[in-house]
Structure formats: structure tokens, C-alpha cells
């Protein structure tokens, strides 16, 4: 056998498992998500378990870490990493490339070995690509604390002027929601709902429609349970916009999450009208998708100024009101209190 194929995949080997332990520690000190540690625990094990075989063979025996020419060179940018994100896509490139060496030279010793590294490379992709999505999601919802549903039925002035009353009072993302307005009324709807956010400096949400919500450029779509999935409405609105994904238990949440959308809506929160069919979900399943993920939590469902700071405390992201605030006398001054008391939230 030739000792030059045993000294390689003993090199990538070290290579991917480094790297994948780069990356879990990214998931779990820098994001602090339960889901993606988990993710990339269980993918370090299976490589060790499909390189079990060199843990017997020769791999080790012909080491010759003084001898190899390799430890003496090192790439342009090789000591640049400006954020712990570029740590992570860096660990992440070193890995795949690792996992494809060890795939390729595997062939010569054992194809089973290699047919298993194939296909824990394809699994490290998606969890690089699920850590940075995860980092990019957050960095976006990072200054959103008040997210408004507009409904003109629900609204007791003008739609136009709640929005801007509610962006005076701190809501910075909007959400259009007009289930049964036809197509071409709807789209109209959204071009101008679409332009009002960019002059308030706001996110624009469509509801439900993937393919609106891309016809206007806006900056995401918001699904239900009933809705397109995830995967299905991101091949319609790539994969710079927004996708947030309706939730009210944990089996709905936990397959939300494993979808990989850029944030999650829980609820109810508290009994409301808008969706009389779900039963109130409460805090304490906020508190548990909490443990679970660090994408963005939208919490939803009867939140109002009195109870809004429970929520917040909590661990919501921010807060999606619809009717306390549409159906306000005075839009500003409510936004702005339910505003202030959704700061309050643990670290």
C-alpha cells in the first residue's frame, strides 16, 4: 500500500475534524443555538466513526509532522479573520476541502469509508451555510423590536397614516397582511406598502405570498403552517430576502427551524381575534423555542402594552402587534409605550 495515500488521509482527517470543532463552538459560545451545536456534534462523531478504519491502519504510524514540507508554508490570507463569521467560513471551506480529499484518496483503501465521507460533506455545507444564515438573520432583526401587522379592516385611521404613526412610536417592520384582497388589487396594495416602508426606513413583510412579495421587491415573506414551505418559497424569493415561518407548538417550531428560515413566529401569545382557531400557546413556549434556537423570535398573538414586557422577558426577539395598535385612538403614543416595555428582555 502506498505509504503516501496513508500520510494524506491521516492530514485531512486531523484537517476536517479541527474545522468542524471550530465551527460547533461558533455554534455554541458565539450563537449560543442549541440546534446547530447539536447539528455539528453529531457530524464530527459520524466522521470518526466513518474513519474508524484508519484508527486501525497505518494512518498514524507513517506521521512525520518534522518531515513534511507543508507545516512551513502558509497561504496570503491564512492569519486574516476579521470576525469570528469569517473564522467560521474559513473552518468551513477548510472542511469540505478536507472531507473531498479524504473522499477522493478513501477510493484507494476503502470505498465504503469514502462513500460515507461524501456524504458528510454534503452535511457540512449545510452547516456552514446554516451558521452563517443563522449570524446574517440575527445582524438583520438586530435593531426590530416592534414589528406591525397592517390590516386595513383593523385599522381605525387610514392604513397609510398607522404606519406612519407606528414608525414615529418605534415599529421599524412592517408586515402587509390583506388575505382576501384579489391578485392585482393585492399587488398594487404591496407596491405601495413596499414604497411607504422605504421612505419609514422600515423591513417590508408581505404575508403569505412569495411571489408578491418578489414582484415588489420586498424584503421578505411571512408563511403559515398552510403556506408554501420554507424551501419552496426561497427558490421564489431567493436568498437575500427575508422567509419567517408561522409557529404554535413545538413540533411546528422544531420543523421550522430545521427549514432554516431567517426568523420564527410564536404564538399566541394571549387570547386574540385575529386567529380565534389556535389556542394561546403562552410564554412558557416562547420560553422553550428560546432554548432551542438563536434565530429571531417573533412573538405574536394579544400583546399589548400591559403585558408586552412578560413577552420581551421572555426572550422574543421583538413583538408582532396587530390589532393594539391599528385599532388605536392614538397609534403613536401606543406604539411608542408597547415600544419601551419590549426592551426589558433577559440577556
Known sequence: MDPTVWRILDANSNRAREA???????????????????LAKSLRHALAEALAPLAKARAVVMR?????VGTQLAGSGEYQRGTSLDVVRAAGKRATEALRVLEEYGKTVDVPMA????????RAYDLEKRIVHVADARARFADVRLYVLITQALCRHPWQEVMRRSAAGGANCFQLREPDLP????????E??????????????????????????????????????VAAARRIVGPQRLIGVSTH?????????????????????????????????????????????????????????DNVAEVAAAGATCVAVATAISAADDVEATARSIHSRSNTTEG
Open 249 to 305: 407548538n413545538r413540533a411546528e417550531a422544531d420543523a421550522a427551524i430545521a427549514a432554516a428560515p431567517d426568523y420564527i413566529a410564536v404564538g399566541p401569545m394571549f387570547a386574540t381575534n385575529v386567529k380565534p382557531e389556535y389556542g394561546v400557546a403562552g410564554t412558557e413556549y416562547l420560553r422553550a423555542v428560546r432554548q432551542t434556537t438563536s434565530l429571531p423570535i417573533v412573538a405574536i398573538g394579544g400583546i399589548n402594552a
Open 64 to 68: 512525520d509532522t518534522p518531515g513534511d
Open 115 to 122: 462513500a460515507a465521507v461524501e456524504a458528510i460533506r454534503y
Open 20 to 38: 468542524l470543532r471550530v465551527m460547533e463552538d461558533h455554534a455554541r459560545f458565539a450563537l449560543d443555538d442549541a440546534t446547530l451545536t447539536e
Open 192 to 229: 405601495e406598502f413596499r414604497k411607504l416602508c422605504r421612505e419609514l426606513d422600515a423591513l417590508c413583510i408581505i404575508n403569505d405570498r412569495a411571489d408578491i412579495a418578489a414582484a415588489v421587491d420586498a424584503d421578505g415573506v411571512h408563511v403559515g403552517q398552510h403556506d408554501l414551505p
Open 183 to 190: 391578485d392585482r388589487e393585492l399587488l398594487a396594495r404591496a
